[in-house]
């Protein structure tokens, strides 16, 4: 049963740019009004880095699923942009509301699926098994302090729906205290070597990215795929030749 507790959701508009809130000033969220399927925030950019990582005609076929809504920026990007198989999985109603009357979530369909659910459960359901190419983790409460699930055994649920050459991307607070110990919990499970990470955004977002198997792509083929990226979804926003000197394996 899901937490009667949960935040309120409200949003704010300013210069053309749409905000989503959970109970606090904290944004969780934005989405350019006139541009609503382009992802802005640079920190959630940075979580669709997998792509350098696969070849760039395979994406349409395989399967994201982000825990967390937030304002489906991500969402509508792999659903959209990509045109991939999209599965969301939100605790609060009100956020999955939210999204779909103020920022252009579409309505579930053939390709696309939001669930009503705790991402905790969730993720352990034997539908999921081996079945994400890419997985988005941005698990944090309305205060936007710590992830709300942080520990082994949930990186260890996370790495168990991957296919072999899937990948997690995870947002954490680069200049918190945690930052350290979540990422060694994540190289716990995934194996040190299968686990990159972003430098610091302004705002100190660090984007950690975890591999189910080590990826092998010489720095040749990613430099060709970071160009083909910001050619071929140049409506997603998506800096990839940036990624690349930003992105290296994480180091603690």
Not at 27 to 37: E, L, N
Not at 201 to 224: C, I, S
Request: overall charge positive; hydrophobic content about 45%.
């Amino acid at each position: 049963m899901l937490d009667k507790k949960l935040p309120n959701v409200s949003l704010s508009e300013w210069d053309g740019v749409r905000c989503l809130h959970l109970d606090t000033p904290w944004v969780q969220g934005t989405m350019t009004i006139k541009t609503p399927f382009k992802i802005e925030l640079e920190y959630v950019q940075r979580m669709m880095a997998w792509l350098l990582f696969v070849p760039g005609t395979s994406v349409q076929g395989r399967q994201a699923m982000q825990l967390g809504l937030g304002s489906a920026a991500i969402t509508k990007c792999c659903y959209k942009i990509l045109g991939m198989r999209t599965a969301t999985i939100e605790i609060n109603p009100k956020v999955i509301s939210m999204c779909r009357q103020w920022f252009k979530l579409p309505p579930d369909n053939n390709r696309l699926e939001v669930v009503l659910a705790d991402a905790a459960k969730e993720i352990k359901s034997v539908r999921w098994l081996g079945a994400v190419d890419a997985l988005a983790v941005d698990l944090y409460d309305h205060e936007a302090a710590a992830p709300v699930m942080d520990s082994a055994k949930f990186y260890a649920d996370c790495r168990a729906v991957l296919t072999d050459d899937g990948a997690m991307t995870v947002n954490l607070f680069g200049r918190d205290s945690s930052y350290k110990a979540s990422v060694e919990k994540i190289k716990e499970v995934f194996g040190a070597d299968c686990v990159w990470a972003f430098k610091p955004t302004r705002e100190g977002n660090t984007v950690v990215m975890a591999f189910r198997t080590k990826p092998d792509a010489p720095r040749d083929v990613l430099v060709q795929r970071a160009e083909a990226i910001e050619s071929r979804w140049a409506d997603g926003n998506l800096p990839a030749k940036k990624w690349l000197k930003l992105l290296s394996p994480a180091i603690t």
